[in-house]
């Protein structure tokens, strides 16, 4: 109980929010991280969830390659990385940044390509009918249908990165993993809390913020289908309950 | 005029959904091809868009072989009913409506006034615009489908079962609504749908179909009733079960019309110039 009154009183002591090692600077840096690494990952997955969405190719090697990757320590991976690369302040971010990419792939992929297969099939078709070219399809119907959970996934991906992009300061980065990897072998453990705190805090207002982007996203008419009871297959079931109607 | 020849279809999985069919379907009229699933009907209409491409056979609207045209730019001149609207959750009803239009590079507020237009063609009051496809009932959400095929002013109509996930006394009201539309814009309609009652009413070329396509009769509704092909036609029009087989009885010095289960059906009235369709 101690340590967390030790801890609270260590963030409102206003020496450590200024300099390199106060508390904004490692915020920002630690933003920084997760902002690259989260950019880049979904230009790679959600690209790549899009294509397997939409065509349904390459799915189940989707899978099975996701559920690897997401089995892959990453403390190990930035370790082996880092070996590969050769230490060193200028190419530290190299390994850190792959790592976190290959952390956040995974919820990136899955969110979007399940996010275009949960669209009504009959709804895609009569899009093709009425003469939308595939890419038509994919950007003014799929997309716009699919927009909450790859957004999902997006949210998902963002809280594993900010909660692991502590890993950057064991090989000589900033962030707030600074403060814990540099109490830790001191013992001073009040230090370590503060991290823990500092990225626990940071993770829940960025959720926030996402749950606010992901609610503003859903399509107007869409939003009307999910107030209606039934979750998940909404779409399908509120269409046959109101065409039966 | 639409000529399919010669066209069969078997899928990847092997069943043989068309064999050897060939019809022509003449211009500015209505023809239902009518069937129990299996028969084809759905595929043989998606022929038409290139929805499906046969696997033998040529299909010819006018005298363009389709299968040399390009899908999209068809697909964008022909008008497309399904049965479960297809409406685009996402969108408003007069933007579901004027999709294709802005497709083709329609400006969008030509294209709006255009849909506010069709929106009364198909009777729908102008207030629902700006609802979403949720938010209207089935019947409702059919009629925005018919003003969505209208929308390109096609030549080509192809309607797929339009009417069948509605409730009866709904559907009967789309149905009166189609005759009406089509007396007023005489597009060349394929009309795909399992109820027979509703091919009568609505076809000028009624086509029965049995399994893979393979055609029972085609002719006028007064043509068919009047000499079923075979025994198939007979029982699917109803005739064997005493539904169309009338007669008439005498009544307090009144004729009514009884059906073959001896049931009520009418009443018999001297023919007047405009009573009933032509045959």
């Known amino acids: 109980m101690n340590l967390f009154g030790d801890a609270f009183r260590w963030i409102l002591e ?3 929010w200024t300099g390199p090692n106060g508390i904004p600077n490692r915020i920002l840096e630690h933003l920084a991280y997760t902002g690259l690494t989260v950019l880049i990952a979904t230009l790679i997955a959600v690209a790549l969830g899009l294509y397997i969405g939409h065509t349904g190719r390459f799915r189940g090697i989707a899978v099975s390659v996701t559920g690897a990757m997401r089995a892959l320590p990453t403390l190990g991976l930035l370790v082996y990385l880092a070996v590969l690369f050769g ?18 792939i995974p919820p990136l992929l899955a969110g979007a390509y399940s996010g275009v297969q949960s669209v009504d099939g009959r709804t895609v078709d009569a899009a093709r009918s009425m003469g939308m070219t595939e890419w038509q399809i994919l950007w003014k119907v799929e997309v716009p249908l699919a927009l909450p959970l790859i957004l999902g996934g997006i949210r998902s991906a963002v809280l594993q990165v900010v909660a ?6 064991y090989i000589s980065l900033g962030g707030l993993g600074r403060y814990i990897i540099d109490a830790l072998p001191v013992r001073d453990y009040t230090t370590v809390l503060v991290g823990a705190l500092l990225v626990t805090i940071l993770a829940l207002v960025l959720d926030g913020i996402l749950i606010l982007c992901q609610r503003l996203t859903v399509p107007a008419g869409v939003r009307a289908i999910r107030s209606s009871p039934g979750q998940r297959s909404t779409t399908k079931s509120a269409s046959t309950v109101s065409t039966a109607a | 005029m639409i000529r399919f020849d010669g066209i ?12 050897d069919f060939t019809i ?7 023809t239902v091809f009518v069937g129990s699933s299996g028969s084809g009907k759905t595929t043989l209409l998606r022929m038409v868009n290139r929805m499906v491409d046969p696997t033998s056979g040529s299909i010819h609207i006018d005298d ?26 996402h969108r408003t009803v007069v933007d579901n409506v004027a999709t294709v239009p802005l497709l083709t590079g329609v400006s969008k507020r030509e294209a709006r006034a255009a ?9 729908l009051d102008r207030a629902l615009a700006d609802r979403y496809p949720s938010q209207l009932s089935g019947g409702q959400q059919q009629r925005v489908g018919v003003a969505r095929g209208l929308a390109i002013d096609p030549n080509i109509l192809l309607m797929d079962e339009p009417f069948g996930a509605v409730d009866p006394l709904v559907r009967s009201e789309l149905q009166q609504e189609l005759v009406r539309i089509q007396k007023d814009l005489a597009k060349t309609i394929v009309f795909v749908t399992h109820d027979i009652d509703e091919a009568f009413l609505l076809g000028d070329q009624v086509v029965i179909l049995k399994t893979g396509g393979r055609i029972a009769q085609v002719g006028t509704p007064a043509e068919i009733l009047a000499n079923p092909a075979d025994e198939f036609v007979d029982t699917f029009i109803g005739a064997e079960r005493g539904r169309r087989a009338l007669s ?7 004729e009514v019309v009884v059906d073959g289960t001896g049931r009520l059906a009418g009443i018999l009235r001297s023919p007047t110039p405009e009573s009933g369709r032509s045959a």
């Open chain 1, 164 to 169: 692991t992009a502590t890993v950057a300061a």
């Open chain 2, 248 to 254: 008439i009885q005498t009544v307090n010095g009144k």
């Open chain 2, 64 to 89: 363009d072989d389709i299968s040399t045209l390009e899908p999209v730019a068809l697909r964008r001149r022909i008008g497309y009913v399904m049965q479960n609207s297809g409406l685009l959750p």
């Open chain 2, 8 to 19: 069969s279809k078997r899928f990847p999985d092997g069943t043989l959904a068309v064999d």
């Open chain 2, 115 to 123: 849909a506010l237009d069709l929106m009364d063609t198909v009777g």
């Open chain 1, 87 to 104: 230490l060193g302040i200028q190419f530290a971010l190299i390994p850190t940044i792959i790592v976190l990419v290959v952390l956040a």
């Open chain 1, 14 to 16: 206003p020496s450590h």
């Open chain 2, 24 to 30: 022509t379907i003449p211009s500015r009229t209505t």
